[in-house]
Every structure is written in structure tokens, then in C-alpha cells.
Nanobody, 124 residues
Framework: QVQLVESGGGLVQAGGSLTLSCAAS????????MGWFRQAPEREREFVSA????????LYTNSVKGRFTISRDKAKSTVYLQMNSLNPEDTAVYYC?????????????????WGQGTQVTVSS
């Protein structure tokens, strides 16, 4: 079992920045690829970013490329999502996820464990 707890969400003005954190506990953090997904009201949950077990490979959805950066800290068993140049379209509940897949990290089916989510609201 892996427990995931997100933090760092909040209200920010357009153009601002936030850093989300996801602390993992339970099994070995380095055994899991980590992903961030988001769900806006009345929309499907969508992929945002992912990082491989080693941290050597990262993925981003097109709409956040160049603005968001995913990273992981093995010593702290934590994955981060640095979000810059936020716009109202980024408003959503952001979820952290952990999975042992080596590929297909854009898919929700690749993740076995999920956090409870953290709200990000970007005002115009």
C-alpha cells in the first residue's frame, strides 16, 4: 500500500505560481512512477504530468509544457509540481498518483494509488 497526501493548492491570480507537493508513505518511493492529474468541474480527469521511477524521464500534457515542472525527491519521498504562468484554465482539483508501470504514464489505468486531491483556483 502507498498513501499519498497532496498539499500546496490554493487561490492565485492569473500569471502567478504555485508548487504542489505529494508526500508518499508506505512502500519504497523509488519503486513507483508518479503522476499528476487534474479534474475541473464537469470535466473528465485529465493527465498533467508524470515522472519515471528514477526521475530521468518526464512527461507533460501540451497545455502545460514550458509552464509546469515535475520533480521528485527520493530522500523526502515527495513529488512536486511547480506551476508557473497559471491561467484560469488551470483551475481544477489536482491529484497525485503512484504506479509501477514503465510506460503509458499518461493513462489513469497505469496508477494504482491516488491522493485525495488539492484545489487550485486561478482568478482572472
Amino acid at each position: 500500500q502507498v498513501q499519498l497526501v497532496e498539499s500546496g493548492g490554493g487561490l492565485v491570480q492569473a500569471g502567478g505560481s504555485l508548487t504542489l507537493s505529494c508526500a508518499a508513505s508506505g512502500r519504497t518511493f523509488s519503486s513507483y512512477a508518479m503522476g499528476w492529474f487534474r479534474q475541473a468541474p464537469e470535466r473528465e480527469r485529465e493527465f498533467v504530468s508524470a515522472i519515471s521511477r528514477s526521475g530521468g524521464n518526464t512527461l507533460y500534457t501540451n497545455s502545460v509544457k514550458g509552464r509546469f515542472t515535475i520533480s521528485r525527491d527520493k530522500a523526502k519521498s515527495t513529488v512536486y509540481l511547480q506551476m508557473n504562468s497559471l491561467n484560469p484554465e488551470d483551475t481544477a482539483v489536482y491529484y497525485c498518483a503512484a504506479g509501477q508501470a514503465n510506460y503509458g504514464l499518461e493513462s489513469m489505468e497505469s496508477y494504482a494509488y491516488w491522493g485525495q486531491g488539492t484545489q487550485v483556483t486561478v482568478s482572472s
